[in-house]
């Protein structure tokens, strides 16, 4: 079946295609790029700096009054304080820094604290993945759904690595090893954006990572929820946005892969309390 795109989901593709030539450009000529650090492992270069430009002239030209909160600029409070756009205009930078084509331009679309509207664009491999509210989820002109696979035995799950230090993650090996030792195969390709919309897709199974910001998860979330999967906090919390961890899955894995990764979360908790309290007495 083929998509029907609405006038909103035409101005995000649209938008995502024209920063893609942008970065597409640069990525040709990756060792011309100014790259400046914003923390010990967090780099960002003239092609995001440049693509995020781009989204902004074109969503503020489509949608006058609408905010926005993206990745290089911040938040930026638009007439309607109900609606911004939330942007990531590169994710996979550090992909992107060393040639490797694996990276996407990430939008969001947030309305009433809820996300309506999501494209996410991989411009290498030529895929749009795209969904609205209620409307379902698609990979250019194709229905996207999240895998059937009902054994973590045979699942592929995907993760991203504590990028803020081990003291950030204390239990991310651990987690890690329980998760490896069950299932078919663990991967880290490092673009969350991609990561959540392949489990849309059905190409993961799953994926959970720490420490994300909204731009690297508000799209995908709509496209996996749309695809048919579950997306929440590590744990079952329900703000995986705004949170501090996301897990997302087909219909059938959410309660086996929590319980997996959950047990060492609640040690932890345990152990820095105990830390707490033994310091202030
Ligand atoms: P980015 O490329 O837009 O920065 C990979 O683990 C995911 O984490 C990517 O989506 C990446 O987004 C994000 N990420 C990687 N390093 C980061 C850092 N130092 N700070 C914040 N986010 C980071
Ligand atoms: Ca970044
Ligand atoms: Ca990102
Ligand atoms: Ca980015």
């Given at each position: ?14 938008t ?36 995020e ?11 006058p ?15 309607d ?32 604290k ?5 494209v ?145 979360v ?16």
């Amino acid at each position: 079946m083929a998509a029907r795109r609405s006038a909103i989901l035409n101005v995000m593709t649209a938008t995502a295609q024209k920063a893609a030539r942008s970065l597409v450009r640069d990525f040709g000529e990756v060792e011309n790029l100014q790259v400046s650090r914003k923390g010990p492992a967090d780099f960002v270069s003239s092609a995001d700096m440049a693509a995020e430009k781009i989204i902004k002239t074109e969503l503020k030209k489509a949608r006058p009054d609408y905010g926005f909160l993206m990745e290089e600029s911040g938040a930026a409070p638009g007439k309607d304080k109900d609606t911004r756009w939330v942007v990531d205009p590169l994710d996979g930078t550090t992909n992107f820094l060393h040639g490797v084509p694996h990276w996407a331009i990430s939008i969001a679309l947030e309305h009433g604290k809820e996300v309506v509207a999501a494209v996410v664009y991989d411009p290498v491999k030529d895929e749009m993945f795209m969904a609205e509210k209620g409307q379902g989820a698609f990979v250019n002109n194709k229905r996207m759904r999240v895998s059937g696979r009902s054994h973590l035995d045979a699942a592929m799950i995907a993760t991203g690595m504590p990028f803020k230090g081990r003291a950030s993650s204390p239990t991310y090996p651990q987690e890690l090893e329980r998760v490896s030792a069950e299932v078919a195969a663990v991967r880290r390709f490092g673009s969350a954006a991609l990561d959540l919309a392949y489990v849309a897709m059905g190409r993961y199974d799953g994926f959970w990572e720490w420490h994300l910001s909204p731009w690297d998860t508000a799209a995908g979330m709509l496209l996996v929820t749309e695809a048919g999967g579950f997306v929440t906090e590590v744990g079952g919390g329900k703000n995986p946005i705004y949170g501090d961890s996301v897990l997302a899955t087909n219909q059938i894995l959410h309660t086996h892969l929590n319980k997996l990764i959950k047990p060492t979360v609640a040690r932890a908790v345990k152990t820095v309390t105990k830390t707490a309290s033994d310091k202030a007495a």
